[in-house]
Nanobody, 128 residues
Framework: QLQLVESGGGKVQPGGSLTLSCAASERALEGYNIGWFRQSPGKEREGVGC????????YFEDSVQGRFTISRDGAENTVYLQMNNLNPEDTATYFC?????????????????????WGQGTQVTVSS
């Protein structure tokens, strides 16, 4: 079955940058889109951005637009979330998730409901 493992979390000062990784099982991304989500204590899980694996196109929520980037390393089957200009509001546990898609051009979504497979999460703390 599909397995996802996040890594790269840590503490960073406001304005700093951090890159998270989402490593998938061998060939697990075939037929799947990838989403990034985050959750703070006492808050609902919210979408951050997503990657449509068939064409490598990405989408981001307004809260991170212009600051975050998603990319994919096809050879290592790993998706990256590059986070720039971080602020304390970005502090959260970050999750990657995989959504099985019915067709190659089915665009990814930051709505969590379609995602069937989730990683365990990695903590990101933004503070001085």
């Amino acid at each position: 079955q599909l397995q996802l493992v996040e890594s790269g979390g840590g503490k960073v000062q406001p304005g700093g940058s951090l890159t998270l990784s989402c490593a998938a099982s061998e060939r697990a991304l075939e037929g799947y889109n990838i989403g990034w989500f985050r959750q703070s204590p006492g808050k609902e899980r919210e979408g951050v951005g997503c990657l449509t694996t068939s064409d490598e196109r990405t989408y981001f929520e307004d809260s991170v637009q212009g600051r975050f980037t998603i990319s994919r390393d096809g050879a290592e089957n790993t998706v990256y979330l590059q986070m720039n200009n971080l602020n304390p509001e970005d502090t959260a546990t970050y999750f990657c998730a995989a959504d099985y898609v019915p067709s190659p051009r089915h665009h990814c979504t930051t709505e969590p409901d379609p995602y069937d497979y989730w990683g365990q999460g990695t903590q990101v703390t933004v503070s001085s």
